[in-house]
């Protein structure tokens, strides 16, 4: 397909109106932003999947009678709910990264983890810590009654969570997983510190270079405002999809 | 559909904002009726600004700072500013003047007012590790180099060169990216790099690259300012510190090796 006009549209539009949209017009510029876009949607995709599977096993460790599982558990959640997302991304990468070095060969050492990996593992323990806390609510507002049938149905501790608990527990965790999903895709952008070549840190990189800042700032604004709405709408469907009708515990 | 009406309405309101640019031009007024003159400079830029172990900011661009506020009688209050914000927040009218290491771009002249003559020139190298052995611009091609984020070189040796630019938000996260082996090399001023490269921290590092893109410095203010008294007032303050070889004794106090564009400048004004 040819989208040579269309990019003309945009040049056009500098000159007639001084809209400066080069991330459309400027090869690359375009090329640089679209890398971006699509970093920061695997950054998203890989934290959300990475923190909700965090969230599930970190709420069944935590309703665990031994105390060795608990206690790490808690731990975890304290420490990554309680430090900001960007001291831990600084922490991850300056302080830890500095040590987790392989031999380049040429007598240079290089990162063993990159910066996308350390944002993605950051941004993962750090969703996942208000996830293991959000599904350990819904768990413990299934009635006690249901997991005692269940027990008394023979399941096993893990037998019953999977099969009977999580499943209510999740529908009642959906509405507030929600919320800390949204907020974690926004927190996303705070891989720019670490130079992920993300939206935003390429946003900046094009403001700089091109002097369009509102510009480009509207660009992120509308970007972000949609990512957001597309997170939504589908979570608001996975709600509906599994409502239970007449199930109220 | 309120949902779509209420962000249809924010968005009008984003858009008119970012859109309505302050039309006043009375800066010297303004400063001299505050009583203080508030200038933006580098904190993170050894030696032209950056913070002494009290945590002041001293340095090459803060002694000339200082040397507007005496002449204009008022109190000066140094406000610290990066590659990617000094712009705007000289447009914004958070700082009266801007002194913060930054090229004269034609580009940059349609937007902010950069006061002739120019005060300093530097141009772009590269520090990098000596083992990494460079010996000329091509061989960075494909390799990481850490950048800063807003120094418009950026691009252009990413474009050219083939670089992958890891671009920090400040200095101090780039020099541990680089001393950490992050990226092997650091593009940046070569005038940064002089200062640096004196310190022993960075005696495994050299600046083996030929300086390439060497282009001027100018201060700036406010684009409506440019024409009015307080772009003009800056206009004869750079006249008379070329003349006087005012810059040419700050470049001594800083240690900073002798720049043969000040000397130029010197000579054509004297």
């Known amino acids: 397909m040819n989208l040579q006009p269309i990019w003309g549209w945009f040049r056009a539009l500098h000159d007639a109106t001084g809209i400066n949209l080069t991330i459309f017009y400027d090869p690359f510029d375009r090329a640089r932003f679209f890398d971006g876009f699509l970093t920061s949607i695997r950054l998203m995709a890989v934290c959300i999947v990475c923190s909700v599977v965090i969230g599930v096993i970190g709420a069944w460790i935590q309703g665990s009678r031994l105390r060795v599982l608990r206690l790490p558990t808690q731990g975890y959640i304290q420490f990554f709910r309680n430090t900001p997302p960007l001291v831990q991304l600084y922490f991850f990468y300056f302080a830890v990264g500095a040590y987790l070095r392989v031999s380049a060969g040429n007598g240079l050492t290089t990162p063993l983890v990159s910066n996308f990996t350390w944002a993605a593992i950051c941004l993962s323990f750090w969703a996942g810590a208000f996830n293991v806390e959000i599904f350990r609510s819904g768990i413990e507002a299934v009635p006690r009654e249901t997991l005692e049938a269940a027990e008394s149905l023979g399941y096993s501790r893990l037998k019953a969570y999977v099969y009977v608990i999580l499943p209510l527990a999740f529908r009642i965790s959906l509405p507030a997983l929600n919320n800390n999903l949204v907020n974690l895709i926004k ?60 199930y109220m515990p | 559909m309120i949902t779509l009406r209420t962000f249809l309405m924010a968005m009008v309101v984003t858009l008119s904002a970012t859109a309505a640019i302050p039309a006043n031009a009375q800066t010297l007024d303004t400063i001299k009726k505050r009583g203080v003159l508030i200038v933006g400079t580098k904190a993170d830029y050894k030696p032209f600004g950056f913070r ?116 920090f938000t400040g200095t101090t996260e780039a020099q541990s990216a680089l001393l950490q082996g992050n990226c092997i090399g650091w593009v940046y001023d070569d005038t940064a790099f002089a200062g640096l490269l004196s310190e022993p921290k960075w005696a495994g590092f050299e600046m083996s690259l030929p300086t390439i893109k060497e282009e001027p410095w100018g201060l700036a203010v406010k684009l409506e300012d440019l024409d009015g008294p307080w772009g003009k007032f800056m206009h004869d303050m750079l006249v008379s510190w070329h003349k006087s070889g005012h810059l040419i004794a700050l470049e001594k106090k800083w240690h900073i090796p002798p720049s043969p564009y000040l000397a130029e400048l010197h000579d054509k004004f004297k």
Do not use: H
């Not at chain 1, 597309?230 to 009708?245: D, F, G």
């Open chain 2, 52 to 167: 002494d172990p009290s945590g002041a900011i001293v340095g090459f661009e803060p002694d000339m700072a200082k040397e507007v506020a005496d002449k204009l009688g008022v109190k000066l209050q140094l406000e610290p500013v990066v590659s990617s914000n000094r712009i705007q927040f000289l447009q914004q009218g958070k700082i009266d003047l801007m002194i913060a290491t930054m090229n004269d771009t034609p580009e940059r002249r349609k937007i902010v007012g950069i006061v002739e003559p120019d005060y300093y020139a530097s141009g772009v190298n590269i520090m990098s590790n000596k083992k990494a052995a460079l010996k000329n611009w091509e061989q960075i091609k494909g390799q990481k180099i850490c950048g800063i984020q807003g120094a418009w070189y950026n691009k252009y040796v990413a474009e050219t060169y083939g670089a992958e630019i890891v671009a």
């Open chain 1, 187 to 246: 927190t996303t952008t705070i891989a720019y510190a670490i130079a992920v070549p993300e939206m935003l840190y390429v946003a900046n990189q094009i403001w700089s270079d091109e002097l369009n800042v509102p510009e480009m700032m509207n660009v992120l604004l509308l970007i972000y405002v949609g990512l957001v709405g597309v997170l939504v709408l589908i979570m608001t469907r996975i709600e509906r999809i599994l409502r239970i009708p007449g």
